[in-house]
C-alpha cells in the first residue's frame, strides 16, 4: 500500500521527536542543561526531516551536526536513508563518511570509557544499515519508473506500429483498387467506343457488346463492394481479407477479356505450374496494366503479351503495341498505375522498363526473381486465407 509523501513526512518526524525525547529523559533524574540541549538539537534536526526530499544533501548535513554536537542519531539515520533513496554516487558516500566520523567522534566524547575498537567496528553497520536499505529502495524504485517507462514506450511504439500498418494496408487497398477498376473500366470504354465509331453495326453486335459492358460493369461493381468492404470492417491488417487475388494460371482470362474487347491480342505464356503466388500476382498486374493502357492509349493497336520463366531463372514479361492508328485516350489517366507498377516490381527484386519502341509502339518489359521454396510457402499460406 503506497502512502502519500506528507503522510510519510510526518510519521518520519514523529517518530525522530519520539526517539529524541527518549533519549533526552533517559540521563539523570530530572533535566540537566545537557538533556535540553539534546532536545532542542532533536528537534530542529526532526523538523528538518520535512524538507529531506527537496534538499536530500543539506537536510543530511544538518543531522550530521546535530549527531555531533549532540549525540541524537535517529534523524541522521532517517536523512541518510532519504539521501541513499535519492541518489547514489560520490555524494552519498562522502556524506556517509561524515556522519560515520560524527558518530565515532560523538560516541567517543561523551562515553567516559570509551572502546575505541567497538566504535569503528559499530560505526559502519549503524550507517551502513541505514545506507544499504535506503539504497535497495531507490534502486527499485528506479527499476520500477525504467520498466514503466519501457512499458509505456512499448505501447506506444505499438500502437504506432499498428496505425503505420492500417496506412500502409489502405495504400496496398487503394493500389490494388486502381488496377482492378481501371483494367474493368477501360474494357467498357473499350466496348462503347467500338459502339461509338461504328453506328452501324448490326443488333447482334450491339446487343452482345451491350452484354459485355454490362458483365465487366457488374465484375467491376463486384470488385469495388469487395474492396471497400475491407475498408469498412476493417479486418486486413495483413492484406488477409483482400480479394481478388489473381495468379499466373488468370492470364489467359486476362487476355482473352481484351481480345473480346475487340484489341488484337496475341499472347505467349510459358510458365510452369509451381510458380510462386508472390510472382504470379506480380506477373499479372504487370501484364494487367500494360493492357489497361493499351485499352486507354492506344485502342486498336496489335498488342503481344509474352511471359516465360522458369524455376531459378525467374519470370520475364513483354507487353508490346504497335503505332497506334486512332489519337487521343478514352480515358484520362493519372499516371499512377505506372508507379504503383514499378514499386512493385521493385519491391519483389525485379526490373522494369517502359518506353517507346523504335517502329512507335510502347513496350512495358520486366524481369521478376523466382521465389525460393520457404517464400513460395509462406506467400502461399496467406493466399489461402483468403
Not at 114 to 133: D, E, H, N
Not at 299 to 309: D, I, N, P
Request: no cysteine; net charge neutral; aromatic share 6%.
Amino acid at each position: 500500500m503506497r502512502y502519500s509523501p506528507r503522510l510519510r513526512d510526518v510519521v518520519f518526524v514523529a517518530f525522530s521527536l519520539l526517539t529524541i525525547f527518549a533519549q533526552a529523559a533517559s540521563g539523570d533524574p530530572g533535566w540537566q542543561p545537557r538533556d535540553w540541549f539534546v532536545l532542542a538539537a532533536g528537534i530542529v534536526a526532526s523538523l528538518a526531516l520535512i524538507w529531506r526530499r527537496r534538499y536530500p544533501v543539506t537536510v543530511t548535513l544538518i543531522t550530521i551536526v546535530a549527531t555531533l554536537v549532540s549525540g541524537v542519531f535517529v534523524p541522521m539515520g532517517l536523512a541518510l536513508l532519504t539521501l541513499a533513496i535519492r541518489r547514489r554516487d560520490l555524494v552519498l558516500a562522502a556524506v556517509s563518511l561524515a556522519a560515520y566520523a560524527a558518530y565515532v567522534l560523538n560516541s567517543w566524547e561523551t562515553n567516559s570509557n570509551p572502546q575505541i575498537g567497538v566504535l569503528i567496528a559499530s560505526g559502519p553497520f549503524l550507517i551502513g544499515t541505514w545506507v544499504a536499505v535506503g539504497a535497495y529502495v531507490g534502486a527499485r524504485r528506479d527499476l520500477m519508473v525504467t520498466l514503466r517507462d519501457r512499458a509505456e514506450r512499448a505501447e506506444a511504439e505499438r500502437e504506432l506500429r499498428a496505425e503505420q500498418a492500417k496506412l500502409g494496408e489502405r495504400a496496398r487497398i487503394a493500389q490494388e483498387m486502381h488496377d482492378v477498376l481501371a483494367h474493368k473500366v477501360s474494357l467498357i470504354a473499350l466496348h462503347a467506343g467500338g459502339l461509338e465509331v461504328n453506328p452501324a453495326v448490326g443488333p447482334d453486335k450491339v446487343e452482345s457488346s451491350a452484354g459485355l459492358i454490362r458483365e465487366t460493369a457488374r465484375q467491376a461493381m463486384e470488385d469495388l463492394r469487395e474492396v471497400l468492404g475491407v475498408l469498412r470492417t476493417d479486418l486486413s491488417a495483413d492484406g488477409a481479407d483482400l480479394t481478388p487475388v489473381p495468379t499466373a494460371a488468370d492470364l489467359t482470362r486476362l487476355v482473352e477479356a481484351s481480345r473480346a474487347a475487340g484489341v488484337s491480342v496475341h499472347s505467349l505464356v510459358d510458365l510452369p505450374d509451381d510458380v510462386p503466388a508472390s510472382v504470379g500476382r506480380t506477373v499479372y498486374r504487370i501484364v494487367q496494366e500494360a493492357l489497361t493502357n493499351v485499352h486507354k492509349h492506344a485502342r486498336g493497336a496489335s498488342t503481344e503479351v509474352v511471359v516465360h520463366g522458369a524455376e531459378g531463372d525467374g519470370v520475364g514479361v513483354q507487353v508490346t503495341n504497335v503505332r497506334p492508328v486512332a489519337a487521343g485516350s478514352l480515358l484520362p489517366g493519372a499516371g499512377a498505375g505506372l508507379v504503383g507498377l514499378r514499386e512493385r516490381v521493385d519491391l519483389s527484386g525485379g526490373r522494369l522498363t517502359i518506353g517507346p519502341t523504335t517502329e512507335g509502339g510502347w513496350r512495358v518489359e520486366a524481369w521478376v526473381p523466382w521465389s525460393d521454396g520457404k517464400e513460395a510457402e509462406e506467400s502461399a499460406g496467406t493466399e489461402g486465407k483468403r
